[in-house]
C-alpha cells in the first residue's frame, strides 16, 4: 500500500493518475454509501449553512481543503455521469472542464474552489469528505473534528480493503491532475 500524505499532486502526478485509474468502481460505490451515513449523521446534527460561500473561499477564510485518492476518484466519477461523460470506469485519463477557471492569470490558483458559483456548490453530490464536514456555524466546531477523523479513517480503510495507493492532496492541486493544461 502506498501512502503519500501533505503532497501537492503536481510532485507526483504520475503515480496519482494510475492510481486513479486502478479505482474498483466497488470502491466508488462503498465511498457513497459512507457519504450517504455521513449526511445522515450531519443532517442529525442540524448545522445551519447561510450559503454565504465562505467555506470555498479557502484563502479569505484561512483553511485547506484535502482529499484522498478514492475521494478525488469518487469526485471525478460523479462529475463526469452528472456532465453526461462516459463514467471513470470506462475511460482512460479524460480530462473534465470546471464552471469557474481554477487558475489565475499570473498562473497560481485562483483563491476559492472552482465549482463554488454564487456562493453555492455546483458538484453538491461529489463533494468531498472535507465539504460535507465543514459548516460556518459556529456552533458545529465542537464536533466537527471528531466526525472527520471517524468518517476519514473509513475512507483510509476503503483504500486498504481495495489495495488503492492512498494520496492526500490539497483540493485544486488534485483538481489540476483532473484537468491539465
Known sequence: MVYTVGMNAQGNSHSVLQALEAVPVQAIEKLAELYELLDQDIAQRQPICNTSGRCCRFEQWGHRLYVSTL????????????????????TSRSAISFPLPLYAENGTFNPGCPWQIEGLCTARSARPLGCRIYFCDTTAESWQQESYEHYHQQIAALHQAFDIPYHYMEWRHALALLNPP
Open 71 to 90: 475521494e478525488l476518484a469518487h469526485f471525478r466519477h460523479m462529475i463526469q455521469i452528472s456532465t453526461q461523460a462516459q463514467p471513470v470506469a470506462n
